[in-house]
Nanobody, 122 residues
Framework: QVQLTESGGGSVQAGGSLRLSCAAS????????MAWFRQAPGKEREFVAL????????FYADSVKGRFTISRDNPTNLLYLQMTNLRPEDTAVYYC???????????????WGQGTQVTVAS
């Protein structure tokens, strides 16, 4: 059973920055994509960004493109999300996930963390 643990959430003012981390207890051979999703109060969980574990190619939701950067550190099984120029609408619980398909549909991801809260004040 893979365990994913997010950290780095918190409260910031609009325009501020945060870096989220996700630590994986292991990486099963079939898991080749890591992603971030988020869920705002009263809304469905939505895709934020994903990265291919080998090669590092990334894909972003339009709402965060140019402001967020996803990256990974392969030797330590760490995933990051650098968030800059944060907006109140970025307020959500952020989840990391492991998957084996390069796509933004959350159904493609088998392992999930518990989430970390990000709150952006206006």
């Amino acid at each position: 059973q893979v365990q994913l643990t997010e950290s780095g959430g918190g409260s910031v003012q609009a325009g501020g920055s945060l870096r989220l981390s996700c630590a994986a207890s292991q990486r099963p051979y079939s898991r080749t994509v890591m992603a971030w999703f988020r869920q705002a109060p009263g809304k469905e969980r939505e895709f934020v960004a994903l990265v291919r574990w080998h090669g590092g190619s990334a894909f972003y939701a339009d709402s965060v493109k140019g402001r967020f950067t996803i990256s990974r550190d392969n030797p330590t099984n760490l995933l990051y999300l650098q968030m800059t120029n944060l907006r109140p609408e970025d307020t959500a619980v952020y989840y990391c996930a492991w998957g084996s398909q390069y796509e933004s549909n959350q159904r493609a991801y088998e392992d999930w963390g518990q989430g970390t809260q990000v709150t952006v004040a206006s």
